[in-house]
């Protein structure tokens, strides 16, 4: 029979506008966190990570927010282009020494010009 | 560097056949991982080398997957037989975690493969 894909949650924003992307863990023990982009046809690639030990960390146009309370984690870039149009993935590590990171589902990014 | 290199890139086949992936990672990286990514699952982890050996190989679907590192330059998945649920993105990815802190995990470009 035919196969349903994974519906992934969509963003749609326009060029230049900042983009909101969040991602809520789930080990309470995770204490380094990473936000991957994949391209189509493409492997995911590094953006920006975090430790355990901080709730804010910036790059270039990308910040990345922790919330250890409600274990949550937001990516924001600002000025949004259309080569950000792309997923975003979440990725977490424990604290027992695994370099083994979780995976969430990602999230569409689709940048109108 | 040239990055974690994959070949192929795409691979179509026929159900029953064997189905070799290859992977080359980032020199002086000492820890390989293998991916599976589809609609329906996203991205499974399905085994992990570190100094070329196999720490966590739950993800591994059947018997019919396996995987090698004879050395810290070259990896193999095999599928054998392959079946059409095989069909996926195949990614490895490699990791320099010999410093004893968390580090990125680099990916490479991925094979398509199919199994009609």
């Known amino acids: 029979g035919e196969s349903v894909g994974l519906h992934l949650p969509t963003l749609s924003v326009q060029e230049g506008d900042n983009s909101i992307i969040n991602c809520a863990y789930s080990?309470?023990?995770?204490?380094?966190f990473i936000w991957y982009k994949q391209e189509s046809g493409k492997g995911p690639q590094f953006i920006i990570d975090?430790?355990?030990?901080?709730d804010k960390r910036q790059g270039q146009r990308v910040t990345v927010l922790l919330n250890k309370t409600v274990k949550h984690l937001s990516l924001q870039i600002a000025a949004t282009q259309p080569g950000d149009s792309a997923v975003y993935f979440c990725?977490?590590?424990?604290?027992?020494?695994?370099?083994?990171?979780?995976f969430g589902r990602g999230t569409s990014l689709i940048v109108h010009p | 560097d040239a990055g974690v290199i994959q070949s192929p890139r795409h691979e179509v086949t026929e159900m029953g056949q064997e189905v070799t992936l290859r992977c080359k990672p980032i020199?002086?990286?000492?820890?390989l991982f293998w991916y599976r990514q589809t609609m329906m699952r996203g991205l499974e982890l399905l085994i992990y080398?570190?100094?070329?050996?196999?720490?966590?190989d739950s993800g591994m679907p059947e018997d019919r997957f396996s995987a090698k590192m004879p050395n810290a330059s070259f990896s193999t998945l095999k599928i054998q037989p392959s079946e059409p649920r095989d069909s996926a993105v195949y990614f490895c990815?490699?990791?320099?975690?010999?410093?004893?802190?968390?580090?990125?995990?680099?990916f490479g470009p991925g094979t398509r493969l199919t199994v009609l």
């Open positions: 990725a977490e590590n424990d604290r027992g020494g695994s370099y083994i990171p979780t």
């Open positions: 080990n309470s023990a995770s204490d380094y």
């Open positions: 975090i430790r355990s030990n901080m």
């Open positions: 990815a490699s990791i320099d975690s010999t410093g004893g802190t968390y580090n990125e995990q680099f």
């Open positions: 080398f570190n100094n070329n050996v196999p720490i966590d």
């Open positions: 020199s002086g990286h000492n820890s």
